[in-house]
């Protein structure tokens, strides 16, 4: 599910988007342009803290639902995109109810379904195959997305924080999709420790950290008794 901080207003929204939003006007189907600019607005910020804002594109999804004749998969595909590599978990499913069926069918709606499913699975090299490994001259999904690879780095980066003590430099590449020089940089930046066989430490924290599990068991008296018992009958 998505956060509460996911319907936070963003910094970066501006007054008159803000107004549309929390107004009478929410749905209002003349103000679609003003959102879908506000999108296109969103889609060129590379900064990934900030260049995400839900709550605008989900009012612009329901829009589309109330008046199918402005429906735009382009857009649609966009929103997607960028809900896709949100830090908050929920985004995209939450996008995803908005759409009925027959967007569903839509090629490029139905690629951003599979990367979501790779994501969900950890399958990040996949994710990367299934991004970039198809034709050379199909335009990719996440096209006019600015950071998106950055973005979707930042979610892996957290996965593998979250999950390994340690882990080889070789793997975390293949998951970032990057070259050894550039997970070299990773490491310095996270402050990971790398050996010379080129396996990456990562610090400890509550996640990655294994935990003795104790199982105690609170026998009453009465119930004891009656094991014994059983025992000294047998």
Known sequence: MASASSFVRP????DEIHSLLTGVERYNPLKASLLEDYLARQCANPDPTNNH???ANLAL???????PDLLDLDVVRRILAKALISPSTGDFNLCLYLLNDEVCKDASVGKLLALRDSLER???TGFWKEMYGGDDDEDSVVD???GFD???RRLIVGEITSTYQTIPAEAISAMVNLDAEAVARMAKENGWAVDDKGVVTLPLK????????VIKENVKFEQL???LSAANGV
């Open 11 to 14: 910094t970066t929204r501006p």
């Open 53 to 55: 804002d839900l709550m």
């Open 61 to 67: 999804l329901k829009m589309y639902q109330f008046n």
């Open 122 to 124: 950890a399958q990040f």
């Open 144 to 146: 006019g997305i600015a």
């Open 150 to 152: 950055n973005g979707l």
């Open 206 to 213: 509550g996640e990655n950290e294994a935990k003795a599990t």
């Open 225 to 227: 008794t009656k094991i």
